[in-house]
């Protein structure tokens, strides 16, 4: 259903998609996609939250959060891990089956509290184990990936249907950094279900960095977001940037992104750029391509990026519409961005994974 429905924005979702062509704006008539009802959301009964007690960092992360968000203890593991990129294959087989056999049949989530490790070869770490690892995905990094089944799951018990928890990590370049990303992702819990006095804005922002820009095509038109109250998109241009106003989604395409970070960010904001190596989350600050936890410093809540060379295919990334209407349905960060990718083997998911802006005071039934 999820394929048919992207059909509608020109863009073709198959498994033997080759990389994208830039396309001028002008080339597709912008519309908006239709998406199915999602029903629920994943709280924090439902989410696993993994320690390494191994990193001083994941010690004071993790537990400052189990106790911010009330995660039930039995939904709590504590590991150790070595504190480095990736994780060898048996090393990260033995963290697997560790989940598996800790944590409860009513966990659907998970939230990993570091920074290291976040991949297992070329793969991510947060797809590897919500999806099972494909080193296949090593000899050619700009080969498709295994697609992902939670594109055409609408419901909040992915495991219990699937047999996947999406996951993500509680990254942040330190300790206080990744406390104020777990506030922000609190604070803006429920603040957009009815609305706002002043909407709330999803930037969408067209670069002439032609690799990287083959997003635009899948951009939604400018202006209020039909059926969603106090949600406008704005379409800009990242030479003539405007000024940032309560920024919910900001979305753009350049390996860096000059000055991207001013502006006024609203709590639950979510942010990424298509690069290669945004998802490297162990460079230092202006070291060659831009890291996601640029977006976490700046004030977004929740990123993603990729941590091995994906090439362009649109699958990787998130899908600009399928992201804004996921979460202005009332999902959680970890939910939106797990149903806004294709392909998201390589791709390190990042940030509060329950932050939910649009979420109902009172949940809707699950199905």
Known sequence: MVALLLALTGVTYAADAAPSPAVPAAASESRWMRVPRLYGRITARELGLVINTADPYSVAVGEHYARRRGIPPEQVLRVQLPQRASLAREEFVALDQAIRSHMPEQVQGLALAWVQPHAVDCNSLTSALALGLQPEVCANSCAATRPSPYLNYFGARPWAVLG?????????????AALAMIERGMASDHTLASGAAEPAQAYFTSTPDAAR??????????????????????????????????????????????????GEWLPGALADHLTSFGGQLDKPPGDGQMSILDWIDAGATASYGTVSEPCNHLQKFPHPQMLLLAYAQGLSALEAYWHSVAWPGQGAFVGEPLAAPFAPLTPPSTP
């Open 213 to 262: 820009n083959v997003r635009e095509r899948l951009f939604p038109p400018a202006g209020p977001v039909p059926g969603v109250a106090g949600l406008e998109v704005a379409r800009v241009k990242s030479d003539a940037l405007p000024p940032m106003r309560r920024i919910l989604i900001y979305e753009t395409g350049l390996a860096r992104v000059p000055a991207p970070l001013g």
């Open 164 to 176: 996947m928890r999406p996951a993500m990590q509680l990254a942040a370049r330190s300790v206080p």
